[in-house]
T-cell receptor, first 113, second 114 residues
């Protein structure tokens, strides 16, 4: 069964203290790995899609990387406004459902000033 | 440009009632999917529609149904509501149904069943 596990469940950082969030997955035929940011009471906001092992993408203080078994979201010198839940999801072949994403439970990040 | 829009944003229903949630995808997007997110969990896939046809269904009972209209907007219907249906219902859209498309989410509809 396809599965996505995120760790840690929660992370508290001081402003400027860099760290990484982990997303490990087991899936048959990965077609894409998605990262989203979700603020309380809001819908997920798209950050990145990674398609193949070795791929890296950056956006401001965030950098996502992908291996054959896991993905990392690196946060460099975070600011309080980076506080949110970060969700990882995998996309695979599920019959005709090409937009079916399997999500992890997320990492709740709190950045203190 | 407007993102994925959903309505209503919040609603309260009684057990046994029926609810209809609405979604307008990003302009030009033809694929719409629905997800349920229970507090503290990641979203779970319910349906995908493309060109008015169902492309996939998640592990949800037949009380859940959906449809897509010619303008690509979509409705999610849930019958015979249970307390456990209380959740954030998310609509997502993408330009096409194939892989390699970015999937964008709306802000969701909060459903509380009492």
């Amino acid at each position: 069964e396809d599965q996505v596990t995120q760790s840690p469940e929660a992370l508290r950082l001081q402003e400027g203290e860099s760290s990484s969030l982990n997303c490990s997955y087991t899936v048959s035929g990965l077609r894409g790995l998605f990262w989203y940011r979700q603020d309380p009471g809001k819908g997920p906001e798209f950050l990145f899609t990674l398609y193949s092992a070795g791929e890296e993408k950056e956006k401001e203080r965030l950098k996502a990387t992908l291996t054959k078994k896991e993905s990392f979201l690196h946060i460099t010198a975070p600011k309080p406004e980076d506080s949110a839940t970060y969700l990882c999801a995998v996309q695979a072949s599920y019959g005709g459902a090409t937009n079916k994403l399997i999500f992890g439970t997320g990492t709740l990040l709190a950045v203190q000033p | 440009d407007a993102g994925v829009t959903q309505s209503p944003t919040h609603l309260i229903k009684t057990r046994g009632q029926q609810v209809t949630l609405r979604c307008s995808p990003i302009s030009g997007h033809k694929s719409v999917s629905w997800y349920q997110q229970v507090l503290g969990q990641g979203p779970q896939f319910i349906f995908q529609y493309y060109e008015k046809e169902e492309r996939g269904r998640g592990n949800f009972p037949d009380r859940f149904s959906a449809r897509q209209f010619p303008n690509y907007s979509s409705e999610l219907n849930v019958n015979a509501l249970l307390l456990g249906d209380s959740a954030l219902y998310l609509c997502a859209s993408s330009p096409l149904a194939g892989f390699g498309n970015t999937i964008y989410f709306g802000e969701g509809s909060w459903l509380t069943v009492v």
